[in-house]
């Protein structure tokens, strides 16, 4: 295939305007994926639980695979998933040191399973591919429905607990000091991330969720230590992905995953420049996670 061929086929925008009309749900859904990851993701970078995300993600694909298999809603098992491997890796991998290893044996075991629930699949294998590689285009209203009650569950929990999470996150002894219940928020937001995981699988699949959970915080906190401007921007990087991923990704073939990511990883390197810049003229944050303000050397 020739060049032109090949980007016809990542880019093709004949009968867009129809098209735009067909995905009114998506755009929805994107808009509030973006929201839920740009705030879950901001304690991701926070408390380095990207590792975690990614562990999470296995066990909600083989939960969705399973429920694919036995007919039942995907959504349901890709959250029932995502809280039972939240669950393990809060209670098993309750110290920092622990935590790695928890995940990687629950991650392969997750892929593992579900690699075998879709072999045992004999349905279309759209659907098979999807739950790898998401598949936000067809939400249907009964699946954006399951993703906006899970999303409301996931703000409410980050509304109540941001304030102290924030802290146990940044200094946990002068939080528990101050008494924070710094042991139980670890499991509890262990299990408000996966059910953020859980929404963000059913839209960009399996193996891309790092791209609304990790990148865009990650991004963020590269040109501010805000309290206030890191979880925003964090929220907008994600929307920007998904939604410009969607708009993107409409009329070609290929699956949205590759456009969210991409996107994704274009404002994580620009806010990277940015940041090496503001390092080089003077200004730099002071040691720690976001949530302290960049100060002047």
């Known amino acids: 295939m020739s060049w032109a061929g090949i ?142 009650v899970t999303s409301a569950i996931v703000l409410a929990c980050l509304a109540v607990m941001w304030r102290p999470l924030a802290f146990a996150s940044l200094d946990p002894e002068a939080a528990a000091a101050r008494g924070v219940p710094v042991r139980a928020l670890s499991p509890v937001f262990m299990l408000v991330l996966g059910l953020a995981v859980a929404v963000s699988v059913q839209i960009v699949g399996a193996l891309l969720v790092l791209a609304l959970l990790c990148t865009p915080a990650a991004a963020a906190v590269r040109v501010t230590a805000s309290p206030v401007l890191v979880p925003l921007l964090s929220t907008v990087f994600a929307t920007v992905s998904v939604v410009g991923g969607i708009l993107l990704s409409l009329g070609s073939s290929i699956p949205i995953s590759p456009y969210v990511t991409t996107i994704s990883f274009a404002l994580y390197g620009a806010c990277r420049a940015a940041g090496a810049i503001r390092a080089r003229r003077g200004w730099t944050a002071r040691p720690g996670a976001a949530g302290r303000q960049t100060v002047p050397t």
């Open 7 to 148: 980007w016809g086929e990542i880019f093709n925008f004949e009968d867009y305007g129809a098209l735009l009309g067909l995905v009114r749900n998506s755009l929805v859904a994107g808009a509030v994926l973006g929201l839920v990851g740009g705030l879950a993701g901001t304690f991701v970078v926070m408390r380095d639980l990207a590792f975690a995300v990614h562990g999470i993600a296995e066990l909600s694909f083989a939960g969705a695979a399973a429920a694919l298999l036995l007919g039942t809603g995907v959504a349901g098992g890709s959250i029932a998933g995502a809280l039972l491997a939240a669950a393990l890796i809060g209670v098993l991998g309750a110290r920092a040191r622990d935590r790695g290893s928890v995940i990687g044996v629950l991650m392969p075991f997750g892929l593992g399973l579900g690699v075998l629930f879709l072999s045992l699949y004999k349905g279309r294998s759209a659907n098979k591919f999807g739950l790898l590689t998401g598949q936000i285009v067809a939400i249907d209203t009964p699946a954006l429905s399951w993703l906006l």
